[in-house]
């Protein structure tokens, strides 16, 4: 039983683009309700529940505050963006490198259009900070947008770390009319020619 809709978009798209697998280190922000959460912990089996894989790590962070989800641990009550939460999220890894972040971060909508897409997208901005700074190669991240005028050098700025970068709308956002995902495969961190 998931504890919000949102965990199909997930699902979805992991079926497609094939981003989770037992044994990866996932950050996850934006957490709350803890819906991804769940997604993210069977995918990575950090439980573990097969005890034949290997064993995964899933750490969610989010302002508001996440009940328990066995196999996480959960950083509540914190800003993504602040140095602080992001150096206890290092503190947790212990020098494990990040194989996937997710982020389906989203502002409080104040309904203004452009404003909202803006902030979105500096959350956005911050996942990515985070993920080319800290994700093993070859790793991954997933992040969601709400379309505007600055997806476009978004995408192109994900594309000086990353190898591939997608736009997808899962089926389960059809609701939601401007809201998207990006996802970026295969992080490098040496340019290549
Ligand atoms: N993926 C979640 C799930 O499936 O349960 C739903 C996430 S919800 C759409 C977006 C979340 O982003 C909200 O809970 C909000 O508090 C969080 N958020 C927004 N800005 C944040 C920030 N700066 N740091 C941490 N979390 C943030």
Redesign the pocket.
Known sequence: QY??R??FKLLEIDKRHRLLVPGQVVVE????????TQVAVAAVNSLPQAKNKSQGMVIG????SVHPVPGATLLDG????APQTQLQVLELLNGRKVNVVLS????KASGIKGLDHENIIS?AYAALRFAAQNTAEGGSLLCKIWEGFMTHQLISDMKRSFRTVKIVKPAASRGDSSEAFLVAKELFHEPTT
Do not use: E, K, N, V
């Open positions: 504890r919000a949102s965990a922000c934006g957490a709350a309700p803890g819906a991804w962070i989010d302002l508001q914190r800003d993504f963006t389906d971060m989203a502002p959350l």
